[in-house]
Structures are given as C-alpha cells and as structure tokens.
C-alpha cells in the first residue's frame, strides 16, 4: 500500500475540506456534482462578520485611551482580542471551504469529458496517513 504522509496536528476547515474533495470528487455522480454546485458562500456568516468587524472598528474608534475611562469592550483584556481574530479567520476560512465546494462541482459539471479522462489515466490514489499513525 503506498501512503503520502501529510503534516501532523489538526487541520483547519478549509485544509480538511480541501482534502476530502480531492480524495472523493471523481466519485460523485452528477445530481451531488449539483448539490455542490448551487452552493453559495454563507451570506449569512459573511454579513455577521461584516457587522462584527464594523463593531469592532467602531469600539476602536470610541476607544480615546483616556486612562480615567475603561477601555472598550473587547479590547479591555488584549488576550481577547486575539480569540475574536481566530474566530474571526475560522469563519472566514469555512466560506473559503464551502467556495471550493461549488468551484470545484461547477468545473466538474462544465468539464466532465476531461475529468472523466484524466480519472481514467490515473493511478489509484495513495491512502493518506498522518505522521506518526500506523497501518489500518
């Protein structure tokens, strides 16, 4: 069995999606193809970040740095500010995810004769194995 031995820890969204597709998009018929294709990023999440981050900027903007006043919000404990900038990037990084999904369905759809070419030159791929794990 060959194996291709990918970074260890644990991935980000994106990364996680990004493999799967790779290892299972020559296995999905036309109607999942669809499914996949007619996704759009999440407006909702992309709206929420938007009011987020213009919340943010408005806190920043409020923030005088008169030591008489307590500082706002979020900014009152700096650890905190690096939680909401990870959590921020995360959910970036899932609408990045679900834009590969479609991109990746639609080329597929629009493309089929030379997926279903190279699918048929192709070597099976290798199982993945993270570094360190032993034989399933």
């Known amino acids: 069995m060959t194996t291709t031995t990918r970074p260890a820890g644990i991935p980000d969204i994106y990364n996680a999606v990004q493999e799967l597709w790779e290892a299972g998009a020559d296995n999905l018929d036309k109607g999942v193809l ?7 990023p999440d407006g909702v999440t992309l709206r929420n970040l938007a009011d987020t981050v213009e919340r943010l900027a408005a806190l920043a903007i409020n923030d005088t740095g008169d030591s008489s006043k307590p500082p706002c ?10 939680v ?7 959910a970036m990084r899932g609408v990045a995810a679900l834009t590969l999904l ?10 089929p004769d030379f997926y279903a070419a190279i699918s048929a030159a192709a ?3 290798p199982k993945l194995k993270a570094r ?5």
């Open 34 to 40: 669809e499914w996949f294709a007619g996704s759009e």
């Open 84 to 90: 909401l900038l990870a959590t921020l990037a995360g």
């Open 73 to 82: 919000g979020v900014f009152a404990n700096s650890g905190n500010v690096g």
């Open 123 to 125: 070597t099976p791929a």
């Open 102 to 111: 479609r991109d990746g369905a639609n080329d597929r759809l629009l493309h």
């Open 132 to 136: 360190g794990g032993g034989d399933e």
